[in-house]
């Protein structure tokens, strides 16, 4: 026998209050036959413009309310507990004082867009994935329950499966959960959590209970819920209205969160952060319209005075009355209804003419694809339409700050920052053949009209159209920074400065480049090393210090209208630091004849200068390595002649040091000797890098290592006393040792290391005894052996002994 719920009995109540007659046949009837449950009444079914498939009946209406009321875990459901990263991040983000609590609305709706663009893939191979009726409008709905706090976000797409729910929502932790945790507590910036791929848990910046409802085409309809505390549950639903296909995410929002149930709110963030979404987004909006309702009879308006009017008025209104007693009379009255109201009907950008797009529409358009809401713009940008054989509209960002994990795995990662689209359907964003890998940093999207709908990654890559689509998007992409360059009013030539200067339009653009060069060098600089065919537009937009630049970027095309009458060669030396660079023996005399020398100080640039071999007609000459030339003079073959004996003897005295030859420097000013390397070797700066790889095989280093050559300062006074000494007594022990000491010294000054740090280091104490007049014999003076005493204590050490004591004393008699 049914129980009667309270709600049919307070019905009942009122029936027979209202109804006297009706309600004893309807009690005669229930008690007639108890069995049979009176229908309790129906919905109305007029709702507004309720879609087809979104009314419900009263049953589950009550399912839903009672699901919807509620704030604890399903009894019958399955409790997990979440993983251990995810429980981390969720602390930070309850605890967090974050004030900008809208973004957890965007990080749902893009998750919802992600859902649909999945979806839809789906669908273009097989189309019974979509289903029938509702389930094919693809789209996403935003509905408000003000009497329960709740705010609900709903999409038709893919859905999860219960293993899904689990595996996305609780006990394995994406890669960049554990990425966000740890930029959050360096920057702080919840902002940027969508970038990391955990934007779901923002959720509990608003809410303090969540309900995922969720069906998959593969599974049964679950319901994901969780208040946050560390757990999470999940359950068959059997409360809910069947979905069809698709998620449904309620947030029972607290109570400081109230703002969230406005619909002008709602609005506002839609339009803020998610107007470029591709997919229709719908809010369940009231809106009070004029309704006609029969007027009662003691409100008629004849009643009313008026003032006496003449014969003919008299006889138009005798005529009006006739007229309104025929019609039924009626009054307009104010009615709330509820539809469903578009928010986001902006035409996708890239399928406008540029012209017609603002600067302000780019960048939310930007932000919309980066999930990045901060408060930079984008640096750059390049919005083109491609016409001819192959046909594709593309967009395409140089964000205002480099990813935290642009180069981690830089060869190995398969992700791509440009969405692929086919004739306005979402393909794929993990596609990494449309741009090479220098230029992954781009964000953007390409739309093809060429490419075939039922794509897979194999036949994309063996497709014809692939490779011009390729090639004009990386001419695009370096055409775009190349402006950005060009606009800089930091980068012009000198006799161009002026009257850049002089424009204030250009303040905002000033310093634009150095910015991009500081977050993306690298990219361009592993570009010239990658790509053969773009090396020499690439190398334009190279950018470094010099000796002449006084701290700012400078380009190869300054650097060489600033070249010196008679220079063949673009100077260039490597180093780990720009301090370093400006001290080394291998810039004296190059200073002194005023050449401009670029400092190289990223590791990349030693690779780097292996491919760049020249630039416009002019090579690069390491000022370490061999063949620099600086001009002939006269006098080098008599220099060269009167030192022969002590190149020769140097030579042979450094055998054992593998040293190539000895030879007279052209290229120092001070320092007695300095050591350099063949042009084709090793620097000194590409050994040391090498030798700190993990994985460096020390055996086969030794093919690669430059030959060393040790080049001698004729002009200075050490070298013109070591010859003398050399021609008086070639065998001298003292000379020799001199002699191995200098080029150790050499070596260290040159950016070598030393083989033999210990034999280094005893030559200099010899020669210190030396200088000190002290024996070279001379030993160490023998310790003498002292038996171990127990140290005596201090008279303060033993008046604190004993007041530690005595107060000790007196604690145990408390006791």
Excluded at 126 to 148: A, C, F, P, R, S
Excluded at 476 to 489: C, H, Q
Aim: charged share 35%; aromatic share 8%; glycine share 4%.
């Amino acid at each position: 026998m049914r129980k009667w719920t309270l709600p049919s009995i307070l019905f009942l109540l009122c029936l027979l209050f209202l109804l006297p007659d009706q309600g004893r046949k309807l009690h005669a009837n229930a008690e007639a036959d108890s069995d049979e449950l009176v229908d309790p009444p129906k919905i109305e079914d007029k709702l507004g413009a309720v879609p087809h498939g979104l009314s419900t009946d009263s049953d589950v209406a009550k399912r839903e309310a009672e699901s919807m009321s509620r704030k604890s875990l399903r009894s019958n459901a399955e409790k997990f507990e979440f993983q251990a990263e995810v429980s981390r991040l969720m602390d930070i983000i309850i605890n967090s004082l974050y004030s900008n609590k809208d973004i957890f609305l965007r990080e749902l709706i893009s998750n919802a867009s992600d859902a649909l663009d999945k979806i839809r893939f789906l669908s273009l191979t097989d189309k019974e994935v979509l289903g029938e009726g509702d389930d094919t409008k693809l789209e996403i709905q935003i509905k408000l329950d003000k009497e329960n706090k709740i705010l609900s976000i709903r999409d038709r797409g893919v859905g999860m499966t219960k293993e899904d729910l689990i595996k996305n929502l609780g006990t394995i932790a994406k890669s960049g959960t554990s990425a966000f945790v740890e930029k959050m507590q360096t920057s702080g910036d919840l902002n940027l959590i969508g970038q990391f791929g955990v934007g779901f848990y923002s959720v509990y910046l608003v809410a303090d209970y969540v309900e995922v409802i969720s069906k998959h085409n593969e599974d049964k309809q679950y319901v994901w819920e969780s208040k946050a505390d560390g757990a999470f549950a999940i359950s068959e639903d059997t409360y809910n209205e069947p979905l069809g296909r698709g998620t449904e995410i309620r947030l029972h929002l607290r109570e400081e969160a109230g703002e969230y149930l406005e619909e002008s709110k709602l609005k506002d963030l839609v339009k803020k952060y998610s107007e470029f979404i591709n997919f229709p987004i719908y809010l369940w909006a009231s809106k009070e319209v004029d309704v006609e309702v029969p007027a009662d009879e003691d409100e008629s308006s004849d009643d009313e005075e008026k003032p006496e009017s003449t014969e003919e008025e008299k006889e138009d209104e005798d005529t009006d009355k006739e007229e309104d007693e025929q019609k039924p009379k009626t009054k307009t009255i104010k009615e709330t209804t509820y539809e469903w109201e578009r928010l986001n009907d902006v035409k996708a950008i890239w399928l406008r003419s540029p012209r017609e797009v603002t600067e302000e529409e780019y960048t939310k358009f930007y932000h919309s694809l980066a999930k990045d809401f901060g408060d930079e713009k984008p640096m750059a940008w390049s919005h083109f339409n491609a016409e001819g054989d192959v046909e594709f509209k593309a967009v395409m960002f140089v964000p205002p700050k480099a990813p935290h994990d642009l180069y981690e795995s830089y060869y190995n990662a398969n992700k791509s920052n440009l969405k692929l689209y086919v004739r306005r359907v979402f393909i794929s964003d993990e596609f990494d053949e449309l741009l090479p890998k220098y230029l992954m940093f781009l964000l953007g999207l390409v739309d093809s009209d060429t490419l075939p709908l039922n794509v897979s990654r194999e036949m994309l890559q063996q497709h014809s159209s692939l490779k011009t689509i390729k090639k004009k998007l990386i001419r695009k992409a370096l055409d775009m920074i190349r402006k950005l360059a060009e606009e800089d009013p930091d980068e012009s030539h000198d006799k161009d400065k002026k009257e850049v200067e002089e424009s204030k339009e250009n303040d905002e653009k000033r310093g634009q480049y150095t910015k991009f060069w500081n977050e993306f060098g690298k990219s361009i600089k592993l570009g010239i090393i990658e790509d053969a065919a773009n090396r020499n537009r690439l190398a334009k937009l190279l950018r470094f210090e010099t000796t002449k630049s006084d701290g700012k970027l400078t380009s190869l095309e300054q650097y060489i209208s600033r070249m010196k009458s008679g220079q063949k060669d673009i100077f260039y030396i490597t180093g780990s630091s720009k301090e370093q660079l400006e001290k080394s023996p291998f810039l004296e005399r190059l200073k002194k004849k005023n050449f401009e020398v670029i400092l190289f100080t990223d590791p990349v640039d030693e690779y780097l200068m292996q491919y760049l071999m020249d630039f416009e007609d002019k090579k690069f000459q390491n000022v370490s390595k061999e063949g620099l030339k600086l001009g002939k003079d006269s006098k080098d073959k008599e220099v060269k002649e009167s030192f022969k004996e002590l190149t020769k003897w140097w030579k042979d005295t450094l055998a054992s040091e593998n040293v190539d030859d000895v030879k007279i420097s052209n290229r120092l000013a001070d320092t007695p000797c300095v050591v350099v390397t063949s042009k084709y070797g090793w620097s000194a700066n590409m050994e040391r890098i090498m030798q700190s790889q993990t994985l460096s095989d020390a055996s086969k280093q030794a093919y690669m290592r430059g030959k060393r050559v040790l080049e001698i300062n004729a002009r200075h006074p050490i070298i013109k006393e070591l010859r003398e000494r050399v021609v008086k007594d070639p065998e001298d022990t003292s000379v020799k040792t001199t002699a191995q000491l200098m080029y150790q010294t050499a070596l260290m000054e040159s950016g070598f290391m030393l083989s033999d740090p210990k034999d280094f280091a005893s030559r200099i104490y010899d020669s210190v005894k030396t200088s000190l007049s002290i024996s070279p014999d001379a030993a160490v003076e023998e310790e003498d052996e002292v038996e171990e005493a127990e140290v005596e204590s201090s008279p303060k050490e033993e008046e604190e002994k004993t007041d530690s004591i005595e107060e000790e004393s007196d604690v145990k008699d408390e006791l």
